[in-house]
Nanobody, 123 residues
């Protein structure tokens, strides 16, 4: 099974920005929904954002107005622009893919998880 490759994480001060990128080597995800999730220490993995093949965007409430998901279908990549970062955004961020359906935030619907990229926001 193809795994995603995430990049772009790092250490940033509160209020700063990071841009995460995700690629799927050797695989195209035509028609698939692409999503970003995160997992903080001691917590379960949670939905952050998703984007349909046609560009429809969904963001969880805690990141609305700060994070923006985008995708480049020609390059088979999906990005997450994160602005105004807060310490509570600290987590490992993962991207994944799922066939189109109404269950946008259902983590069990997603596949092809990568190793994730660490985002640490200092106060």
């Amino acid at each position: 099974q193809v795994q995603m490759v995430e990049s772009g994480g790092g250490l940033v001060q509160a209020g700063g920005s990071l841009r995460l990128s995700c690629a799927a080597p050797g695989r195209t995800f035509n028609s698939y929904i692409m999503g970003w999730f995160r997992q903080a220490p001691g917590k379960e993995r949670e939905f952050v954002a998703a984007i349909t093949y046609s560009g429809g965007r969904y963001h969880t409430d805690s990141v609305k107005g700060r994070f923006t998901i985008s995708r480049d279908n020609a390059k088979n990549t999906v990005d997450l622009q994160m602005n105004s970062l807060k310490p509570e955004d600290t987590a490992v961020y993962y991207c994944a893919a799922k066939p189109p359906s109404a269950k946008i935030v259902d983590i069990d619907e997603y596949c092809c998880w990568g190793q994730g990229t660490q985002v640490t926001v200092s106060s």
